[in-house]
């Protein structure tokens, strides 16, 4: 880590990429105003101090968007440096079970195919994961 990336705040996040049985994954964008606002991304959030990976995405996704969900293999790890912060997304995929999605901590959701994704802006960090998809 450079010496400027380790003055900056850093966020540990696990981070969905949920599949429903139509092979569709769930985006939500995010409410404007805020830092990234009105951009899509990939349903997570920060990990807690003693908290796993997955719990902390199972926790993430039943708070923001009121579903259950099985998480799976883990697709991609990546750190990336904002201006801001430093970030480290743990990317999971994840499978819907039950719930209908819901915009609780989000502007709005949306079930789309990995060839739509190219359609919604996304921050930075994550055109890793969609490259990460279209390679898997």
Not at 35 to 50: A, V
Not at 61 to 69: H, M, W
Not at 95 to 123: A, C, K, M, N
Not at 126 to 132: L, P
Request: aromatic share 6%; charged share 25%.
């Amino acid at each position: 880590m450079s010496q400027t990336s380790a003055l900056l705040p850093h966020k540990s996040i696990g981070v969905a990429v949920i599949w429903n049985e139509q092979r569709q994954i769930l985006i939500d964008r995010r409410r404007p105003g805020g830092l990234m606002g009105g951009l899509w991304e990939f349903p997570g959030g920060k990990i807690e101090p003693g908290e796993t990976v997955v719990e902390c995405i199972k926790r993430e996704i039943k708070e923001e968007l009121g579903i259950e969900i099985e998480v799976g293999d883990r697709l991609i790890v990546i750190d990336y440096i904002y201006s801001q912060f430093s970030i480290t997304l743990n990317v999971h995929h994840c499978q819907h079970l039950t719930g209908i999605p819901q915009p609780i901590e989000s502007e709005e959701v949306r079930w789309v195919t990995l060839d739509q994704l190219d359609q919604y802006p996304f921050p930075a960090a994550n055109i890793q994961i969609i490259n990460a998809l279209r390679k898997n």
